[in-house]
């Protein structure tokens, strides 16, 4: 008798690595979740998908079942063993209530890394020009009028907060535009790691940077770590980018300095309710915002779905995991 192939289902489709999909489908059934709700999915678990071994997601599996919480991962049948996240940031994931259940996560840290680091230098100098009036002036016909002064990034100080994969990749690519580099992490790195960057404490590099770029990730304890209290911190004119997760920032508190210049503009990916946007942020001319497309290529996610696939065909087939989250190694 031939054994029944280990059953793996995505809440998401794969749209660009199709030949990496074909292939898992080989050693492993596949299939799409059809539940349209989250009631529905825990319905479902009860008879179509109570046998499944793994379940990929990515960011926008939240549609369907909303986050991978507590009370969702105490649904999964005994059957489910891995959760595989196409992406680096997998806040919407329970670990501990997912270790409890000795069910492993991994996720896919090195296929965001440079998309995300383009798109911040793009913010980055996006609103330091002060460029985004101009995209709806010109579309308005008034060619360079009413456009104020940018400004240079040459000898400006960056901040990095998060020294991780992401926030090298930024550094790599503003010092050729003349900016200086500092860090923060919760330690302080090796050189090597650090690239050469001098650390700074938080409240260093809030006083002394002239741009503030986020990197790093979202949980309990940096959920606002940016507020009131922080901004009043920083230099007048400051710039904020944030490609990280937006309730790093308390959106609020970002939108009223903007408002009242004490941040000078802002480059954002990420906001604190997505979708919603603070109205504030919306209607001012000087943030320069973007609808989370830090990793929105083609070629970045195939990257990912390859990744993801690979971690969930390894867990089912009982082969060394790629990238399991760093709460679970040695757990």
């Known amino acids: ?35 349209q709700s989250r009631q529905e999915f825990f319905s479902d678990l009860q008879t179509k998908y109570g046998d499944i071994q793994a379940i990929y997601r990515t960011s926008a599996s939240g549609a369907v079942a909303g986050n991978f919480d507590q009370d969702f991962i105490n649904h999964l049948p ?147 770590l940016i507020g009131p209290a922080e901004i009043a911190k920083m230099k007048p004119g400051v710039v904020i980018v944030n490609t990280a997760r937006g309730a790093i920032i308390d959106e609020a508190a970002m939108a009223k300095a903007l408002d009242d210049g004490h941040i000078a503009a802002v480059g954002l990916d990420v906001y604190e309710r997505e979708p919603l946007i603070d109205e504030r942020l919306v209607k001012n001319e000087r943030a320069l915002l973007v609808p989370h497309l830090g990793t929105h290529t083609v070629e970045t996610l195939a990257q990912m779905e390859k990744h993801a696939m690979e971690n969930a065909r390894r867990g089912v087939l009982g082969e060394e995991l790629l990238s399991v989250v760093p709460e679970q190694i040695n757990v």
């Not at 690595?17 to 059809?34: C, G, N, S, W």
């Not at 595989?84 to 997912?98: L, R, S």
């Not at 409890?100 to 911040?120: E, G, K, Q």
């Open 1 to 35: 008798m031939v054994a029944a192939l280990p059953r793996i289902l995505f809440f998401n489709p794969v749209r660009h690595a199709r030949d990496a999909y074909e292939a898992l489908q080989k050693v492993a059934r596949t299939e799409v979740v059809t539940s």
């Open 78 to 224: 005994s059957s489910l063993k891995y959760i595989c996240h196409n992406g680096a940031g997998y806040d919407q994931i329970d670990v501990q209530a997912c270790t409890a259940r000795n069910i492993t996560v991994t996720y896919a840290p090195d296929p965001v890394t440079n998309a995300t680091a383009d798109l911040t230098l793009f913010l980055l100098l996006g609103a330091l020009r002060q460029l985004n009036p101009s995209f709806s002036t010109l579309r308005q016909g008034n060619f360079k009028k009413g456009v104020d002064f940018g400004h240079d990034p040459q000898n400006k100080t960056l901040g990095i907060l998060g020294m991780g994969r992401i926030g090298r990749a930024v550094k790599r690519r503003a010092e050729p535009f003349g900016l200086k580099v500092v860090y923060h992490n919760r330690k302080p790195l090796s050189e090597e790691l650090a690239l050469g960057a001098p650390y700074a404490t938080f409240e260093q590099l809030l006083a002394e940077s002239d741009i503030i770029s986020i990197h790093v990730p979202l949980s309990a304890g940096t959920k606002h």
